[in-house]
């Protein structure tokens, strides 16, 4: 049981540039979901998943792009990364959508210059 | 990682002593509440959660405490040891997927 698996764990990106960060989880959970942790700041809701091809936008979606084709993975896509974007991006999955907390991701460093 | 730690409120505790980390939540029709380690370059982990119909919960060395009336959790830690220096943070339910995060505390640990 890997739990909930992220990659990569650092990226540098150039304005403009397009990435996808990748997010797998072998627990069958039905909710996942991408926030992104900023100095001073709580975790910001990206996007989430209900279940395989069910995705919505959270507090802070624009720039960002999720698919959920599957169960097990949930890729976040920057469309055309910004300075603004430089962030820590955690995925995290939970068995609900509430009432059972989530199993997080260990993160993605991703600095846009 | 550390840069999220940059401009938390830190509680320092010497080794042995028990630690009090507080929380004031924003939403009074949050029913759920969980408390989350976050250890450097690592995601925040699960340690305790309590609903509303409770005003404590204990689990191994950690106890959470929920007051309603002030909108306040508090996560006790007993004998705080090495190990339990990091960002600790709470997040509260206010129904469905949409927890709201606290901003967090550093929990240093001296020897």
């Known amino acids: 049981n ?3 698996t992220q990659t990569p764990k650092f990226q540098v990106l150039k304005t403009g540039q397009s990435m ?7 627990m069958n959970h039905e909710y996942m979901s991408w926030y992104r942790q900023d100095p001073g700041m709580g975790l910001r809701l990206i996007h989430y998943s209900v279940g395989a ?6 507090e802070v979606p624009n720039g960002y792009n999720v698919s959920r084709s599957t169960t097990e993975d949930f890729p976040l896509r920057l469309l055309s990364a910004a300075p603004s974007q430089t962030s820590v991006y955690f995925c995290a999955s939970s068995y609900n959508t509430g009432g059972s907390g989530y199993t997080f991701g260990s993160g993605t460093r991703l600095t846009v210059v | 990682g550390e840069s999220v730690g940059l401009h938390l409120p830190t ?3 010497q080794e042995g002593d028990n630690s009090i980390i507080n929380c004031a939540y924003s939403n009074s029709a949050s029913d759920y509440f ?14 305790i959660d309590i609903r509303s119909n409770m005003d404590k919960r204990q689990g191994q ?3 959470v405490l929920l007051n309603k009336t ?14 339990d220096s990091a960002v600790y943070f709470c997040a509260e339910n206010p129904g469905t997927y949409k927890y709201i995060f606290g901003t967090g505390t550093r929990l240093k640990v001296l020897a």
């Not at chain 1, 091809?53 to 959270?58: A, C, H, L, V």
């Not at chain 2, 969980?34 to 340690?47: A, D, H, L, R, V």
């Not at chain 2, 002030?70 to 190990?83: D, E, R």
């Open chain 1, 2 to 4: 890997a739990g909930v």
């Open chain 2, 34 to 47: 969980i408390w989350y380690k976050q250890e450097s370059g690592k995601g925040p982990q699960f340690i």
């Open chain 2, 61 to 63: 060395r950690v106890t």
């Open chain 1, 53 to 58: 091809g069910i995705t919505d936008q959270g």
């Open chain 2, 11 to 13: 509680l320092s505790v």
């Open chain 2, 70 to 83: 002030v909108k306040h959790l508090s996560l006790q830690i007993a004998a705080t040891q090495p190990g």
């Open chain 1, 20 to 26: 996808t960060l990748q997010c797998a989880q072998d």
